[in-house]
């Protein structure tokens, strides 16, 4: 696994979560260096979650080690250990004000009243919240409650930040622009931030690396692109964006660095593991990766006819849905830009000829 | 690989709630677990305190007019259950599902008798009823002493508790399903078999075990109505007061306990699956307007407020009329209770010392057990221990309580015996016999909370107890006056415990009321009654003004 590193501020070896006979969490190894912005991001139920609170000692792990900066924080219950978290539910105090909410922590540490009030209007400028300190929770948006969270949990200058779902109660519009700002504010502040998510879009735009987990199981680390571009199973590659499977057989001679899928009659070039020849697999490309048009590379042996059998119509682009006699009963889909499809006059019913680019195509075992 | 387990390491914090929790864990030992070993093993012994096995309950089962108590008891708390239920469910369908006028003064007339002792219906029927009765005719020739008087006493008693259950239930109907059935046109007789009633079925059989086991424990309403109409309730005082005879009070406490006991764990398993009804997503039911049902409601609702005030202003005219019914000039003559057996004015004094100590004691004790047992970690087993004994009392009738207590605390080797007859022993008594609700009030408060509070605070390295005086408290007042209001009330009004354990100079109003029924002087009794009617709705006003105060003024934050 891509998430073992060396010199890095988090480390977590061997963790395993039961909860009773369920295992929450399987073996996980991560590594995560110091001012770096970590997603968790996986379906409900995952284990994402689990394993945020076992780093922050809410919820303890059944085996392995956990350590921050150096220091072995396995066994350390949450107040004994270094971490500002925000959570879905904001968790904010209903019955203090906004000031009195991000001065809680301050207030545990002893400074001094002045300096209490200068960093709480320093922290609410920061989170573009001023003259909002003698509000109540109540009185203020999800977003802006958000915001007094995320205040409130970078207040005491933690050295690790936990985000749980921070962004999944709010509207739309809000969520977006929420995202920027905490990204931004992030790599103002440099600190560690862990944020656990089920939505891939806020993964990829906030993270610099990615853990995708499934059923307990860490299934790739990597940066957004990395993860997008080449998934590592087929696991992530339907859980990120959309992805067409085509069932197929690995043909070829690997000597020759010949290697192909055959899906019905035709047969793709692409490139795979070798120990997969002469298996059956499923062949993947994203719906954006189809080429349309006339202007094809002769080289290119990945272009086929197909039929338009239908176009759902999503805004900036079209979603079509492709078929072919050769394919057999195999279809997949394809996206076309706006642009294109007013270019080309696509249609539904036409019969054109797309090009499924090698170096798009991923084969996973089945 | 070697897989050790991670052991977390116990914070301070943690210790020291444990600490909390394990001092009311002690508390709820000494007050409850102790006192019951004791009234069970005393079951099985002789008046010399050698172990003879069953024999005390051979005797008790081959005695007649003892076990004919049983079938008294079963008789009287199944037709209470089910005249009390059905009463409370129009009350609570009228309140809740219909479109009349008054409601709320209705509702504040419902919960009236909550205010009073439940010896005090008993003395009004008298009055109404009795030999020299003002509606005796009413009766047609039927007596009132007996289970005529004890179940309508019952009644009055229990509707209270009958109507705040069956109303929850009500109140979380599903705007959505009426809809539905309105939708495929469904007569209203239809739907209310087929969606209301069963909405509200855990409601009703919750509400139905509540009562049976009010009933059953009580002893204010057949002491004084009953005659010569033997409950268990009744067999356990008068063996222990009457004849002294303690083995045979502790057979009868134990079976009482049993009935009791039952209705009590299987209410536990119904109130369980209550919560899955209510976590449902569900659109609030608006009644609609309809002009004669509303009408008939609030006929209905006259009638049971007809029944509840004629109680209550039966008592206070018997109080103030000098000798009824020769001389029925009005007067404070029956107020002189310095004149009287009972304890005069002192036992009045006496119950707002204890309430006032019940209510502060008390709610500290539950509030912050509660507290530890719901938010604490680790030590799951002590966890355990705690919440089955505060959910213990609410199983144990408060007679079957207040006996236990002479057998432990009255026993020469031990070292609390100095409790004995001092209000120190009362207000335990009475704090432990009212843990139950005022501790599931409390959990229900805390559980409201975002379950977050502690992990935030934790990241922020605040102590535990500076979250719970800053966030929790707060927060949790308004449920924290109402533990605290609970207490006070019951203090004021229970007989049951505490009848076997006041002392001369720690005489008790609702005990005087006993007292001063039992040596004929009714009149001054109904006057007692009626002053511990008043004190509870005065400092129930009270309570609700500086709800609405302590609202105002600390939990600005509710108001958007």
Not at chain 1, 102 to 110: D, Q, V
Not at chain 1, 338 to 359: C, D, F, Y
Request: glycine share 8%; net charge neutral.
């Amino acid at each position: 696994m891509s998430g073992q590193r060396t010199n890095s501020y988090l480390k977590i070896r061997g963790l395993t979560k039961k909860f009773g006979r369920f295992t929450a969490l399987s073996d996980v190894e991560l590594d995560v260096d110091e001012g770096e912005f970590v997603c968790f991001l996986g379906p409900s139920g995952c284990g994402k979650t689990t394993l945020l609170r076992a780093i922050a000692g809410l919820d303890i792990q059944t085996y392995g080690q956990i350590e921050q900066a150096g220091k072995d924080i396995s066994d350390l219950p949450p107040s004994e250990r270094d971490f500002g978290i925000v959570f879905q539910s904001y968790a904010l105090f209903p019955n203090l004000t906004i000031a009195k909410n991000i001065a809680y922590g301050l207030e545990n540490e002893g400074h001094r009243k002045s300096d209490i009030l200068k960093r709480v209007t320093e922290l609410l400028d920061l989170v573009g919240m001023p003259d909002q300190s003698d509000k109540y929770p109540s009185q203020l948006s999800g977003g802006q409650q958000q915001r007094v969270a995320l205040a409130r949990a970078i207040a005491i200058s933690p050295g690790l930040l936990l985000l749980d779902e921070p962004l999944s109660a709010l509207d739309a519009k809000v969520r977006v622009k929420l995202r920027g700002e905490i990204k931004d504010l992030q790599e103002k502040l440099g600190v560690t931030t862990i944020m656990v998510t089920h939505d891939q879009e806020e993964a990829l735009t906030m993270a610099d690396r990615i853990v995708v987990i499934n059923e307990g199981v860490i299934e790739q680390v990597g940066t957004p692109e990395e993860i997008y571009h080449t998934p590592a199973t087929q696991f992530v590659a339907d859980f990120i964006g959309t992805m067409n499977f085509l069932p197929a057989n690995a043909i070829g001679k690997a000597a020759m660095n010949d290697l192909k899928v055959r899906i019905g009659d035709i047969e793709l070039d692409c490139d795979y593991d070798e120990q997969l020849l002469g298996k059956q697999v499923l062949a993947s490309i994203r719906p954006e990766d189809v080429v349309v048009g006339n202007n094809h590379d002769p080289a290119d042996r990945n272009v086929i006819e197909v039929k338009i059998d239908n176009i759902e119509f999503l805004g900036a682009f079209g979603r079509a849905t492709l078929s072919s006699t050769q394919l057999g009963a195999v279809r997949f889909m394809a996206d076309f830009s706006a642009n294109l499809m007013r270019a080309e006059k696509i249609s539904r019913g036409m019969t054109i000829s797309v090009s499924l680019p090698s170096q798009s195509i991923r084969v996973y075992a089945i | 690989m070697t897989m050790e387990i991670v052991k977390a390491k116990t914070s301070r914090d943690d210790k020291q709630m444990l600490g909390f929790m394990l001092i009311i864990v002690c508390y709820l030992v000494v007050a409850l677990a102790l006192p019951l070993y004791a009234i069970l093993s005393k079951s099985f012994k002789n008046h010399d305190g050698d172990f003879i096995g069953f024999a005390n309950y051979l005797e008790y089962f081959s005695t007649p007019a003892l076990t004919y108590s049983i079938q008294n008891s079963l008789t009287i708390s199944i037709l209470t259950m089910v005249i009390s239920v059905t009463v409370a469910f129009i009350l609570a369908y009228a309140l809740n599902r219909s479109c009349m006028r008054f409601k709320s003064v209705f509702k504040v007339i419902a919960l009236v008798p909550i205010l009073v002792p439940s010896l005090l219906p008993g003395i009004a029927l008298v009055y109404l009823f009795g030999q020299q009765g003002m509606i005796k005719s009413l009766l047609m020739g039927y007596e009132i002493y007996g289970p005529i008087g004890i179940v309508i006493s019952e009644v009055f008693f229990t509707l209270p508790h009958a109507l705040i259950i069956i109303t929850t239930a009500l109140s979380i109907a599903d705007s959505r399903l009426y809809e539905a059935a309105d939708s495929l046109k469904t007569s209203k007789i239809k739907t209310f078999f087929t969606v209301t009633l069963p909405g509200a079925r855990y409601g009703l059989i919750s509400a139905a075990f509540v009562v049976f086991t009010l009933t059953i424990t009580d002893f204010g309403a057949p002491k004084v109505i009953g005659g010569g109409y033997n409950v268990l309730a009744t067999d356990i005082y008068k063996q222990v007061v009457g004849q002294q005879n303690f083995e045979m009070g502790a057979v009868v406490s134990l079976v009482l306990l049993l009935p009791a006991a039952v209705a009590f764990f299987v209410d536990r398993l119904v109130q369980r699956k209550q919560v899955a009804v209510l976590s449902a997503k569900a659109v609030a039911l608006e009644p609609k307007p309809n002009k004669a049902f509303d009408l008939v409601m609030l006929g209905y609702c006259l009638l049971v407020a007809v029944f509840i005030l004629g109680i209550l202003f039966t008592c206070q005219y018997a109080a103030l009329v000098e000798f009824y019914p020769y001389n029925l000039t009005l007067g404070f003559t029956n107020y002189q209770f310095d004149l009287m057996d009972g304890g005069g004015w002192d036992s009045f004094y006496n119950s707002l010392e204890l309430a006032s100590w019940t209510a502060v004691i008390g709610t500290i004790m539950v509030f912050l057990g509660a507290y530890m047992v719901e938010k604490g970690k680790g030590f799951n087993m002590g966890r355990g221990l705690f919440q089955f004994l505060a959910m213990l009392p609410m199983a144990v009738p408060g007679l079957v309580l207040g006996l236990a207590y002479i057998f432990f605390f009255n026993s020469p080797n031990n070292p609390l015996g100095f409790l004995y007859h001092t209000m120190g022993i009362l207000v335990i008594s009475t704090v432990t016999h009212f843990y139950t609700v005022s501790h599931l009030t409390a959990i229900t408060a805390l559980k409201q909370m975002d379950r977050e509070f502690e992990s935030v605070a934790a990241s922020l390295k605040a102590p535990f107890h500076r979250t719970f005086r800053k966030i929790t408290v707060p927060v949790c007042l308004p449920a924290i006056l109402d533990i605290s209001i609970y207490l006070f009330v019951n203090a004021m009004t229970t007989v049951s415990a505490v009848v076997f354990l006041y002392g001369p100079h720690t005489n008790l109003a609702s005990v005087a009321v006993l007292n001063m029924d039992d040596a004929g002087d009714i009149a001054p009794a109904a006057a007692m009654g009626m002053m511990i009617f008043y004190t509870n709705a005065v400092v129930r006003i009270l309570h609700g003004f500086l709800t609405r105060g302590v609202l105002k003024k600390t939990q600005l934050w509710r108001i958007r």
